[in-house]
């Protein structure tokens, strides 16, 4: 299932799709690493909301007033890593990130429940803070709402078993990919 | 169990001590961000080797020719992420990350077992390319034993139940804390 190059990426997208698909899927929580803005790394557990091959892209939600959005708006760039403990595969993914908001971000709030619309637009915003641990509301709204629409550009992908076997995939180079030592 | 800052913080090193100590908790695993020797920024999977409250340390093995090094050299700030749905809780850990080789790294070493050293001396080094997937050896060298000791800053915490509480405790304060919105 990981002997040849196109084995080994076919499985990573499936086990992305995966993710989309099913809450319990160990690629549902990737970690989005990101240049925070006081110059530190910053990385935070996320939710996979859209893994789209073709256009090698994966989507993920959040607040426009987060952290990572401000990170992503005076730097794009990103890795996303999941470890996926049932098929032992590692995913880097190397992505430029751009943060859709308002009308370009319309169409996923349509598709966002009402129960979990509050998690994008707590007052005051996420990260201020707060005297007690529950003095927040949820207040769920549309111009609070971004897309963080992440383009890979390389694919870093890691399986462990008996004998380990690491691989490192390239959009400029139409994915063909290429063997790494582990 | 989290309604108290100090309570918060007691969990989360509970948790830690157990990823150490236990090869199938969640804690085991942590997500290592930097900041890449390319400007991008660079997040793996690494295991937990060991987490001292006292001190505020966590310790990662690697092999000294790994990208992390080479990340860690030039800037030794880091985030260090794990979600741990067995409580529902994410933890992110700022550290400063000193790179131990040689006679500082030899009383790790020394606990290393055999069967594990093959993981800190391949051949060729981890990242080169290789013609297939498996023209690579292992070969258990101290001298590529590297131990990655993540002096902890600040550590922030969110524990998801059906209210969210999140909160900060940096090391400039005694750890005390503070609440957050989520």
Chains 1, 2 share one sequence.
Do not use: C
């Amino acid at each position: 299932m990981t002997d040849t190059l196109a084995d080994l990426l076919d499985l990573a997208w499936q086990r992305l799709a995966l993710g989309v698909a099913d809450r319990n899927a160990p690629a549902r929580y990737p970690v989005l690493a990101t240049l925070g803005a006081d110059g530190w790394p910053a990385a935070r557990t996320v939710v996979l909301r859209a893994a789209q091959r073709i256009a090698g892209v994966l989507e993920i939600h959040t607040d426009t007033r987060s952290a990572k959005v401000a990170s992503l708006h005076a730097d794009p760039r990103a890795e996303i890593v999941i470890w996926d403990p049932a098929v032992a595969l590692q995913m880097r993914l190397r992505a430029e990130v751009a943060v859709l908001t308002g009308s370009a971000a319309a169409p996923a709030w349509a598709d966002v429940p009402d129960v979990a619309r509050g998690n994008y637009g707590s007052l005051p915003a996420p990260g201020t803070p707060i005297p007690t641990p529950l003095a927040y509301e949820k207040a769920g709204e549309a111009g609070r709402f971004a897309v963080l629409r992440a383009q890979i550009v390389a694919i870093d992908l890691l399986h462990i078993g008996p004998a380990h076997r690491r691989a490192r995939f390239r959009r400029a180079d139409g994915w063909t990919g290429e063997w790494l030592a582990p």
